[in-house]
T-cell receptor
Framework: GAVVSQHPSRVICKSGTSVKIECRSL??????MFWYRQFPKKSLMLMAT?????????EQGVEKDKFLINHASLTLSTLTVTSAHPEDSSFYIC????????????FGPGTRLTVL | QQQVKQSPQSLIVQKGGISIINCAYE??????FPWYQQFPGKGPALLIA?????SEKKEGRFTISFNKSAKQFSLHIMDSQPGDSATYFC????????????FGTGTRLKVLA
């Protein structure tokens, strides 16, 4: 149980385009979803917290107009990187909370974004 | 006060040995302490977690030791195997309704065959 999927697993795009990443909780309803960014050999950096049906809460320094988050249902959250630039290239990981253990975050497999 | 300090940064252990990773925190309001294992190119996977009312928790070869007075907790991997080679992250969260985690900086473990 408590499986989280992400799609796509890898995406390459041109500079200036927008990219959407989906995060789904497959076997539980996620009251809260989190989006992280991870640089090589570094820890996870929380970007934003989203609750179903409400606006996401962004961490300090994260541009909310750049990284659009939509949590439309209890099983789906999306992250859209708008007007992507090479510096946005990174490993993006989502997590979902709301399974049997309400304190636990279950992570997706991650999405590798490369902006050319 | 929101930091979680993790050590060592990297660790090399012989097969069959014990791997020990330590974390320390300052905020006494933290009340949930999970450990995650991450392989390259993959998302973190929950290994084991503990709450402050318990001093030790064991699941298979993985044990968390928790010292509330010292504000420290550690992960012990018994009989370490090459398949355990991964990056390990400790985390702490507050019972504040947001369920946000504060992550440690990670420990890269390599188990030699």
């Amino acid at each position: 149980g408590a499986v989280v999927s992400q799609h796509p697993s890898r995406v390459i795009c041109k500079s200036g385009t927008s990219v959407k990443i989906e995060c789904r909780s497959l076997d539980f309803q996620a009251t809260t979803m989190f989006w992280y960014r991870q640089f090589p050999k570094k820890s996870l950096m929380l970007m934003a917290t989203s609750n179903e049906g409400s606006k996401a809460t962004y961490e300090q320094g994260v541009e909310k107009d750049k990284f659009l988050i939509n949590h439309a249902s209890l099983t789906l959250s999306t992250l859209t990187v708008t007007s992507a630039h090479p510096e946005d290239s990174s490993f993006y990981i989502c997590s979902a909370q709301g399974g049997m253990d309400t304190d636990t975050q279950y992570f997706g497999p991650g999405t590798r974004l490369t902006v050319l | 006060q929101q930091q979680v300090k993790q050590s060592p940064q990297s660790l090399i252990v012989q097969k069959g040995g014990i791997s020990i990773i330590n974390c320390a925190y300052e905020n006494t309001a933290f009340d949930y302490f999970p450990w995650y294992q991450q392989f390259p190119g993959k998302g973190p996977a929950l290994l084991i977690a503990i709450r402050p009312d318990v001093s030790e928790k064991k699941e298979g070869r993985f044990t968390i030791s928790f010292n509330k007075s010292a504000k420290q907790f550690s992960l012990h991997i018994m009989d370490s195997q090459p398949g355990d080679s991964a990056t390990y992250f400790c985390a702490a969260s507050l019972d504040s309704g947001t369920y946000k985690y504060i992550f440690g900086t990670g420990t890269r473990l390599k188990v030699l065959a």
